[in-house]
Nanobody, 124 residues
Framework: QVQLVESGGGLVQAGGSLRLSCAAS????????MGWFRQAPGKEREFAAA????????DYGNSVKGRFTISKDNAKNTVYLQMNSLKPEDTAVYYC?????????????????WGQGTQVTVSS
């Protein structure tokens, strides 16, 4: 099994920044890609960003492109999501996820492991 633990959520004003962390443990050798998704109340889970386990390649959702940056510390098996220029519409629970195989995809259905989520609230 793979365990994912997120941290770093909180309350921030519009235009501010936050950095989320996701620490992976357990059978991490099965991980192919790591991703961040978000889910606002009453909405579907939305793809934000993803990165290969090597940390070399990345992918971003259109709504966060240019504002968010995903990165990975290979020594710590930790993935980060740096969120800048935050907007009230970025308010959501942010989930870290991992998938065992395949290319970058935006559907959460292809991810095999999930963290518990961390709340990000952006005030106007």
């Amino acid at each position: 099994q793979v365990q994912l633990v997120e941290s770093g959520g909180g309350l921030v004003q519009a235009g501010g920044s936050l950095r989320l962390s996701c620490a992976a443990s357990g059978r991490t050798f099965v991980i192919n890609r790591m991703g961040w998704f978000r889910q606002a109340p009453g909405k579907e889970r939305e793809f934000a960003a993803a990165i290969t386990w090597s940390g070399i390649s990345t992918d971003y959702g259109n709504s966060v492109k240019g504002r968010f940056t995903i990165s990975k510390d290979n020594a710590k098996n930790t993935v980060y999501l740096q969120m800048n220029s935050l907007k009230p519409e970025d308010t959501a629970v942010y989930y870290c996820a991992a998938k065992r195989s395949g290319d970058f995809v935006t559907s959460p259905n292809f991810y095999n492991y999930w963290g518990q989520g961390t709340q990000v609230t952006v005030s106007s």
